[in-house]
């Protein structure tokens, strides 16, 4: 049984996910979180873009 290195749990499957330009194997749970807090920066950069934008145009 594969064994993720960000939790040291015995998982059934590891996944290969990309973080920060990196290949890194872990269990899925990891996966979502590693998946959430890409999520939460891609948005924030994206709501600084958003912001820039609004000021711009007024
Ligand atoms: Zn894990």
Known sequence: MPTCK???NDVDE???VKVGGKT???CEDCADR???E???AEES???VQ???GFKGRR
């Open 45 to 47: 950069e994206a709501v």
């Open 34 to 36: 590693a998946a959430e």
């Open 50 to 52: 958003n912001m820039m």
């Open 38 to 40: 890409g999520a939460v």
């Open 24 to 26: 890194k194997k872990m």
């Open 14 to 16: 590891l996944k290969s």
């Open 6 to 8: 960000q939790c040291n």
